[in-house]
């Protein structure tokens, strides 16, 4: 398996403008995950999803940030309108629920630069 | 809810072993206990998992006492490339048999010659 894909790689984006972050975990899982990592805050939880579900977005910033899981490989976060404080590095993982969840793969990540 | 806390540092030198410690109450019952390692410019990694007592892997070795109030990561013998920024991760309880993940702030471990 090609592990979990996120795209793009690198964004470059002003102010305002609507920025589409990808992901594909692996195959088979069913635990969904997007992070967002800053120098100032860390390694924040977003968002999760199970079997396509959200089940916790207690960790979604605001109203600008929205996730979609429409099926079991492909899942979305979006910003609209981006804000430079939003400037950060997002990670999707991915997991399989057997005794736990707690093993994540997690994905390169998208550097996100908001001008 | 449940909260963790770690170390923001730690420093070492080559081939010493390196404990890591992490404190969290209130986590859920039946959750795991689960440690990830991080390199710049890389997502985390996952290192080792456990429930209680000790766990060893051929990475690490992981230590939980009775009470689960912490757990404590154990490197053995570290190296340059253990340099890394290390975390603890629990879960909480939601609605059903689904958990609200915590994660740490993470322990940044730099390794010296």
């Known amino acids: 398996d090609a592990g979990v894909i996120q795209s793009p790689r690198h964004e470059v984006t002003e102010m305002g403008q609507e920025v589409t972050l990808r992901c594909k975990p692996i195959?088979?899982?069913?635990?969904l995950f997007w992070y967002r990592q800053t120098m100032m805050r860390g390694l924040e939880l977003l968002i999760y999803?199970?079997?396509?579900?959200?089940?916790?977005d207690s960790g979604m910033p605001e109203d600008r940030f929205s996730a979609k899981m429409p099926n079991a490989s492909f899942s979305t976060l979006k910003i609209q309108p981006s804000e430079p404080r939003d400037s950060a590095v997002y990670f999707c993982?991915?997991?399989?629920?057997?005794?736990?969840?707690?093993?994540?793969?997690f994905g390169p990540g998208t550097r996100l630069t908001v001008l | 809810l449940a909260k963790t806390t770690q170390p923001i540092s730690m420093d070492s030198y080559e081939g010493q072993e390196v404990n890591i410690t992490c404190s969290h109450n209130?986590?859920?019952?039946?959750?795991?206990i689960t440690w990830y390692q991080q390199f710049p410019s890389q997502g985390p990694r996952f290192i080792i998992q456990g429930y209680k007592t000790k766990v060893t892997n051929e990475v690490a070795s992981l230590f939980i006492p009775a009470d689960r109030k912490s757990s404590t990561l154990s490197l053995p013998r570290v190296s340059l490339s253990d340099t890394a920024v290390y975390y603890c991760?629990?879960?909480?309880?939601?609605?059903?048999?689904?958990?609200?993940?915590?994660w740490g702030l993470g322990t940044s471990l730099a390794v010296n010659p």
């Open positions: 209130n986590i859920a019952t039946n959750d795991y």
């Open positions: 999803f199970n079997n396509n579900v959200p089940i916790d």
């Open positions: 195959s088979g899982h069913d635990y």
């Open positions: 993982a991915s997991s399989l629920y057997r005794d736990s969840y707690n093993e994540q793969f």
């Open positions: 991760l629990v879960g909480d309880s939601l609605a059903g048999n689904n958990r609200k993940l915590i």
